[in-house]
């Protein structure tokens, strides 16, 4: 995944840190634990939705794409107080995702990686190969990240995992756009980005503003959830001709005449038989059934506001 990144947190006070970053609560996060977060700033916006890990007690990896995190993260500690030391480790992640993910990594790791559960990591050797393997990716499917930790062995590394995979039918890949909207994951700057807050995104989960430490936007998110969100992310089934491909624009949803807000991503899922859309519109309109129309690419058309995710809402899936 040539976008994805690491920023590593180490040092005494690594951990305090690393929650200073995130409104998610990390008090319980165990050594091995991975957890998706979210990054935000002095007013609640989020700057990134990244994947963060634990490999030691006061070791972090802040996993991401899209955003500079690092310069980030190393400006906050500058007049932090705190003992750590941040950096890019020299790490390279490969995805390998899919219903027969599983059965690949047996092939290439043994019948114990079967145990690694849904968001854990474990740090393994592959024919004297390091990598840091995780029961996570961008897909919502069962699937694995192997951070490949000694960059002269990538070319082997693929072979082996191309060689271990040809029976089941592996082919290099590129993410999907439309598993992934089926999902309701987000793309930063398309479905998220510093003008966006949680409470907008229906993340409240991510945002836990009675705990004792304190994070950078505290004060801001404590107010937005006391006055509620002036807008809110929805799914959208949109009825016209299937999309052959995804938009590369927002889209305008009005409603009698009006702007009322954005389709941020669209596609046509196979799967489903439907347009389906991820879209930021005012909170007035995210209501079930409430009926909008998208200007697309080929005209207006009539859209209907629905659930999200579209489809797996319990991710049975990715965690089976």
């Known amino acids: 995944m040539a976008v994805e990144r690491q920023v590593e947190i180490t040092g005494p006070d690594a951990a305090k ?36 890990l634990r490999l030691a007690e006061n070791h972090f990896w802040i996993s991401l794409a899209d955003s500079d995190i690092l310069l980030w993260a190393q400006g906050v500690a500058v007049h932090s107080g705190l003992d750590v030391m941040i950096c890019e480790p020299d790490v ?40 840091i393997v995780s029961r996570t990716g ?30 089941f039918g592996l082919k290099p ?3 999907s756009s439309i598993r992934r909207i089926e999902a309701g994951m987000l793309s930063y700057h398309a479905d998220a980005d510093i003008n966006t807050n949680p409470y907008e995104l229906g993340l409240d989960r991510l945002v836990n503003l009675d705990m004792e430490a304190d994070f950078i936007g505290k004060a801001a998110l404590r107010r ?24 590369t624009t927002f889209w305008t949803i009005t409603k009698n005449g009006g702007a009322v807000g954005r389709v941020t991503s669209a596609v046509y899922s196979p799967r489903l038989g439907k347009n ?25 058309s009539r859209a209907t506001v629905v659930e999200r995710p579209f489809y797996d809402p319990q991710k049975q899936i990715a965690a089976a």
């Open 138 to 167: 961008w897909s919502s499917e069962l699937g694995f990240e192997l951070y490949l930790r000694d960059e002269s062995r990538g070319d082997e590394l693929w072979e082996k995992i191309m060689t271990a995979g040809e029976p």
């Open 17 to 52: 840190f690393t929650q200073m970053l995130t409104p998610r609560d990390l008090s319980r996060m165990a050594v091995g634990q991975c957890k998706y977060i979210l990054i935000s700033n002095a007013m609640g916006g989020i700057l990134n939705d990244p994947i963060l």
């Open 276 to 300: 389906i859309a991820l879209a930021m519109v005012a909170a007035e309109i995210a209501v079930i059934g409430a009926e909008v129309e998208v200007v697309t690419n080929s005209g207006p």
């Open 224 to 247: 937005i959830q006391q006055e509620g969100a002036s807008r809110k992310q929805v799914g959208l089934i949109i009825d016209c001709a299937p999309l052959t491909g995804p938009n």
């Open 173 to 175: 890949g590129h993410t």
């Open 92 to 131: 390279s992640p490969l995805q390998l995702q899919g219903p027969k993910s599983g059965a690949i990594m047996q092939a290439l790791l043994g019948e114990s990686i079967t145990d690694l559960r849904y968001y854990w990591l474990r740090e393994v050797e592959l024919d004297g190969i390091p990598l």
